[in-house]
């Protein structure tokens, strides 16, 4: 089974490098088949030229894909997504944050799930064993609530619709229209779990610590929250 590990960056210098070497050293110590596929926007601090260094030393293991500017993390998903089918021929598509929130030791948890039937499984702050670290308690209260109302508006039955930790299969992917996702921020992660349920696949989900960046500075403004409510309740009334 090959798996490949969409990562998209926007100025993630500090972050990039500790991901992948933390992410190659999974492979190798769960006999995992894996490959990184990086999809940099143009980040000015250097992250694509990281990235670059990465994909010869570790060639042919990790890939770069790089956009022009500032595209959103809803079509480098889907640019990953694409490239990890077509050129990788991937069996399972994986999605994480590029700046270490995502432990990459859970990898093996989602390949499980895998097995055991799921099509889709979301790495869950908010099941048994989940949790997060370094967070206040707005924080804890805002994304608490935007997960019920998510889950509640849109019918899917799941703890953590906002955790950007997953895991497709390929199945999943091929059978979904990517290019009628209109989302290109955040809110793509909502949006694509909605098509999932439609299409009557099964999501599973898995335990996870959220651990809140130490390095570099948070993607997610106010504007993107906006977004979050505009897309949920677009969906609903879509049809």
Same mark, same amino acid.
């Given at each position: 089974?090959?798996?490949? #590990?969409?990562?998209?960056?926007?100025?993630? /210098?500090?972050?990039?490098?500790?991901?992948?070497?933390?992410?190659?050293?999974?492979?190798?110590? &769960?006999?995992?088949?894996?490959?990184?596929?990086?999809?940099?926007?143009?980040?000015?601090?250097?992250?694509?030229?990281? +990235?670059?260094?990465?994909?010869?030393?570790?060639?042919?293991?990790? !890939?770069?894909?790089?956009?022009?500017?500032?595209?959103?993390?809803?079509?480098?998903?889907?640019?990953?997504?694409?490239?990890?089918?077509? /050129?990788?021929?991937?069996?399972?598509?994986?999605?994480?944050?590029?700046?270490?929130? !995502?432990?990459?030791?859970?990898?093996?948890?989602?390949?499980?799930? !895998?097995?055991?039937?799921?099509?889709?499984?979301?790495?869950?702050?908010?099941?048994?064993?989940?949790?997060?670290? &370094?967070?206040?308690?707005?924080?804890?209260?805002?994304?608490?609530?935007?997960?019920?109302? +998510?889950?509640?508006?849109?019918?899917?039955?799941?703890?953590?619709?906002?955790?950007?930790?997953?895991?497709?299969?390929?199945? #999943?992917?091929?059978?979904?229209?990517?290019?009628?996702?209109?989302?290109?921020?955040?809110?793509?992660?909502?949006?694509?779990?909605?098509?999932?349920?439609?299409?009557?696949?099964?999501?599973?989900?898995?335990?996870?610590?959220?651990?809140?960046?130490?390095?570099?500075?948070?993607?997610?403004?106010?504007?993107?929250?906006?977004?979050?409510?505009?897309?949920?309740?677009?969906?609903?009334?879509?049809?």
């Amino acid at each position: 089974m090959l798996i490949s #590990v969409v990562i998209p960056t926007y100025n993630e /210098k500090e972050n990039i490098q500790i991901l992948v070497d933390k992410l190659i050293e999974i492979f190798n110590s &769960n006999n995992i088949q894996g490959n990184i596929v990086i999809v940099d926007d143009n980040s000015p601090d250097g992250t694509g030229k990281i +990235a670059d260094e990465l994909a010869v030393y570790y060639k042919p293991l990790v !890939h770069v894909i790089h956009r022009s500017g500032k595209l959103g993390i809803g079509t480098a998903h889907i640019a990953g997504f694409k490239y990890s089918l077509d /050129k990788l021929n991937a069996d399972l598509i994986f999605s994480m944050d590029s700046d270490l929130s !995502h432990n990459p030791e859970y990898l093996p948890d989602f390949v499980k799930l !895998h097995n055991r039937g799921y099509d889709i499984i979301v790495g869950s702050r908010y099941v048994k064993g989940g949790g997060v670290k &370094n967070w206040g308690l707005h924080r804890k209260i805002v994304s608490k609530g935007a997960n019920m109302l +998510a889950s509640t508006i849109l019918g899917i039955k799941i703890n953590d619709m906002t955790t950007g930790y997953r895991c497709y299969s390929r199945n #999943v992917l091929q059978k979904l229209d990517l290019d009628v996702i209109k989302s290109n921020g955040y809110s793509f992660l909502e949006e694509i779990l909605y098509y999932c349920k439609r299409k009557r696949f099964k999501i599973g989900e898995t335990p996870i610590i959220f651990v809140d960046r130490t390095l570099g500075s948070s993607k997610l403004s106010k504007n993107e929250m906006a977004k979050f409510f505009m897309t949920i309740l677009r969906l609903r009334f879509q049809h």
